[in-house]
């Protein structure tokens, strides 16, 4: 029974309501953030742009202070998810134990690595579910550049501009 007691939690309040301008600007730059990934998508016919780069563009323009949006993070943490989850899908399979094994690894090598950013954790299956969908198109090494690294770095250099417009405030924390 006193398993399940700790299933109400530990009774702390909620926090703090994040700010009305902090949650319009941070929303909107996010948002064109990612239409400008499509945009240069379509423009340099290079993959710029995947589903884990909205969680990404949450964490960096929305708590910029958190260790998870720090610019080692959000990179590190990106490239360590694609290259895990392409050397699974390349060379344990495509099925769905092999992506299972690819977001542990994932999730693991971020944590030793100290480059922890959760929506990277998501690339694998990204890779695994891109090939479902359309099985002709296997995924190649590309994918680590296209999109993983530039679009990571896109999302960066946007947050270095955002987060340092104020002379007051400083981004980011740390880069290594």
């Given amino acids: ?36 990934l499509f945009f240069l998508t379509e423009k340099i016919d290079h ?35 694609s290259t895990i989850g392409l050397i699974a899908f390349t060379y344990l399979s495509s099925h ?10 994932t999730m693991a090598t971020m944590k030793l690595t100290r480059t922890v950013h959760p929506p990277a954790t998501s690339n694998p299956l990204v890779i695994f579910i891109a090939y479902q969908l359309n099985p002709l198109h296997k995924p190649t090494w590309e994918f680590i550049l296209f999109p993983t690294l530039v679009g990571a770095c896109l999302i960066i ?10 002379r007051t405030k400083q981004w980011p924390l740390y880069w290594y």
């Avoid at 909620?14 to 929303?27: A, G, K």
């Avoid at 769905?96 to 690894?105: D, G, N, P, T």
């Fill in 1 to 36: 029974m006193n398993f399940f007691r700790r299933w109400q939690g530990r009774g702390q309040p909620l926090p703090e309501p994040y700010p009305i301008q902090s949650i319009i600007t941070s929303s909107v730059i996010a948002g064109l953030v990612i239409a400008g």
């Fill in 96 to 105: 769905w134990w092999a992506a299972a094994v690819a977001v542990a690894l």
């Fill in 47 to 81: 993959l710029l742009i995947m589903g884990s780069f909205a969680a990404s563009s949450l964490i960096v323009f929305g708590l910029p202070e958190s260790p998870f949006a720090q610019p080692r993070n959000v990179i590190g943490g990106h490239l360590i998810g």
């Fill in 157 to 166: 250099l946007v947050a270095l501009f955002k987060h340092n417009l104020h």
